[in-house]
Nanobody, 115 residues
Framework: QVQLVESGGGLVQPGGSLRLSCVAS????????MGWYRQALGKQRELVAQ???????NYADFVKGRFIISRDNAKNTVYLQLDSLKPEDTAGYYC?????????WGQGTQVTVSS
């Protein structure tokens, strides 16, 4: 069975950094586009960034060069480096794997940006 397990969230001050990780199991990792989404309290879930198996990445406009998505196919892991964090980045961050026929979600990791 497919599992996506996120980690790396936490409480950070404005301007700080975090690195999120998502480890996948039960799937052929390189067959999937991997993405990070976020959902703030009372808001809809939105795409943050996604990366193809070959490493091509795209980002939401609000990222504006502050976040970097990467993946290590040998470790079945996708990362999201979060820099220059703002209070409005506070949200649950979720990993998603997508192929032509299937998609899976992780349980999420909370990022809170506050002084």
């Amino acid at each position: 069975q497919v599992q996506l397990v996120e980690s790396g969230g936490g409480l950070v001050q404005p301007g700080g950094s975090l690195r999120l990780s998502c480890v996948a199991s039960g799937m052929i990792f390189s067959d999937y586009v991997m993405g990070w989404y976020r959902q703030a309290l009372g808001k809809q879930r939105e795409l943050v960034a996604q990366i193809s198996s070959g490493g091509r990445a795209n980002y939401a406009d609000f990222v504006k060069g502050r976040f970097i998505i990467s993946r290590d196919n040998a470790k079945n892991t996708v990362y999201l480096q979060l820099d220059s964090l703002k209070p409005e980045d506070t949200a649950g961050y979720y990993c998603r794997s997508t192929s032509f026929t299937q998609n899976y979600w992780g349980q999420g990791t909370q990022v809170t940006v506050s002084s």
